[in-house]
């Protein structure tokens, strides 16, 4: 079982930059596809981005992309989502989330429903 933390929330202006971490127990963290999701106030989880376990392969919503950019670093344990020119809509608690499968095509990936492991969430507020 691996053990998830993130960190690096905060509240910034809009157009701002923010970067999020995510640190794992587990030393086989390099077995596991990666995934950020964020839940808005009032509305459901959704899909963000994720990363398939070499570091290749990332995957983003429509949303973010162009804007957000994900990696992972395996010998730390670690994996990151690097947030630019951020948005109100873009305020909502950030949660990074850890898959055993081997691989996950783009629908795959970005469903919640193949993530077993789950952090408590970092908050990212951007104000208007």
């Known amino acids: 079982q691996v053990h998830l933390v993130e960190s690096g929330g905060g509240l910034v202006p809009a157009g701002g930059s923010l970067r999020l971490s995510c640190a794992a127990s587990e030393r086989t963290f390099s077995s596991y596809v990666m995934g950020w999701f964020r839940q808005a106030p009032g509305k459901e989880r959704e899909f963000v981005a994720s990363?398939?376990?070499?570091?290749?392969?990332?995957y983003y919503a429509d949303s973010v992309k162009g804007r957000f950019t994900i990696s992972r670093d395996n010998a730390k344990n670690t994996m990151h989502l690097e947030m630019s020119t951020l948005k109100p809509e873009d305020t909502a608690i950030y949660h990074c989330?850890?898959?055993?499968?081997?691989?996950?095509?783009?629908?795959?990936?970005?469903?919640?429903?193949?993530?077993?492991?789950w952090g408590q969430g970092t908050q990212v507020t951007v104000s208007s």
């Open positions: 989330a850890a898959s055993g499968d081997y691989y996950c095509s783009r629908f795959a990936c970005a469903s919640e429903s193949l993530y077993a492991y």
């Open positions: 990363i398939s376990r070499s570091g290749g392969n990332p």
